[in-house]
């Protein structure tokens, strides 16, 4: 590698570590690389303060963002299914000694409980689908606050505005309960779809999630029964679309929430509040919240 290492010497462009190993942009993988280093420097910097923090990063393909990463001070660890991309990220883990980790293998079957003891952060520039598969996944957990102390993920434009959505907006929805009734997302960035080789259809953007405060009493399987259903038919009313959710007609009356209501209508707060008066008394009487 020319002049290659961490110490503030140049890296080869990354069109050349591309070229040099033969990493043409593969559809099946969803593989639309970030060359433009001043656009990752600002992407790794939307976390706040890396230096000497744990990252973990999925689909680091030639390197771009991991690079990135690695200048930002971060330890990284990344996860890549494309063994075409090891031997680049080899040479950028021998210019940051000790500061990169390449693990190869599909991220969706790794459980990052098992990658660090220590809390990270998660940084990604993702296939679509993955990325929204794991986003859930990482909202859902059991435990919380959870082990990551924030997701900075990249997403078609379209799911970021459905991440973020206010109640009464049109993109608000089962995803926007999900991310914000104990987590606090926000838009970081949009990233024009030029921005990427190959350039996808659409264009992305940037969300960056910490964790909230866990309200208390509230099962996260019973919070997503109740969107699933209520949003399964958003065009329903209330009283048709949660009438086969036990106790959920009954829980509107105490609430005060009109059941002539429509899912987009309810804040993600009356929502917890449902999904409290539904969740079972034992989960009640010990909170999910805080478990470690
Ligand atoms: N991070 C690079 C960048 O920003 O230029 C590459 C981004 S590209 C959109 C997505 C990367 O994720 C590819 O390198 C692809 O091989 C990898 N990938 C796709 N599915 C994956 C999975 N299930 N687990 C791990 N990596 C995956």
């Known amino acids: ?36 280093e001043q656009l990752l420097d600002r992407i790794a910097a939307i976390p706040g303060n890396l230096k000497d923090l744990a990252v973990l990063e999925i689909g680091p393909g030639p390197g771009g963002l991991t690079r990135a990463l690695l200048r930002a001070g971060a330890r990284v660890t990344a996860v890549e299914m494309d063994r075409r991309c090891l031997p680049a990220l080899a040479e950028l883990a021998d210019a940051f000694p000790g500061r990169l980790r ?67 907006s049109g993109a608000y929805g089962r995803l926007a309960v999900l991310a914000q009734w104990r987590a606090r997302p926000r838009l970081a960035m949009k990233v024009h779809r030029s921005a990427f080789t190959p350039p996808p259809k659409v264009m992305s953007a940037i969300v960056h999630v910490i964790p909230g405060e866990m309200p208390q009493g509230v099962s996260p399987r019973v919070l997503e029964r109740v969107t699933e259903a209520a949003f399964g038919q958003r065009r329903k009313m209330l009283r048709q679309s949660l009438k086969g959710l036990p106790g959920a007609l009954e829980a509107l009356g105490r609430l005060g929430i009109d059941p002539q209501r429509r899912a987009e209508t309810l804040s993600v707060a009356e929502f917890v509040n449902v999904a409290r008066e539904l969740s079972d008394t034992a989960e009640r009487r010990t909170p999910l919240a805080r478990s470690e």
Request: charged share 15%; glycine share 10%; net charge negative.
């Open 1 to 36: 590698m020319r002049g290659a290492a961490g110490g503030g010497m140049t890296l080869p462009p990354l069109r050349e570590v591309i070229a040099r190993h033969g990493l043409s942009a593969s559809r099946a993988l969803g593989q639309n690389f970030l060359l433009d």
């Open 102 to 168: 390449v693990i190869e293998g599909d991220a969706m079957a790794i459980d990052p409980a098992t990658l660090f003891v220590e809390p990270y952060a998660v940084v990604a520039n993702l296939p679509y689908n993955v990325g929204t598969a794991l986003f859930t996944g990482w909202l859902s957990g059991e435990r919380w606050p959870p082990q990551w102390r924030s997701l900075t993920l990249m997403f078609q434009q379209e799911v970021a505005e459905r991440i973020v959505a206010p109640s009464g």
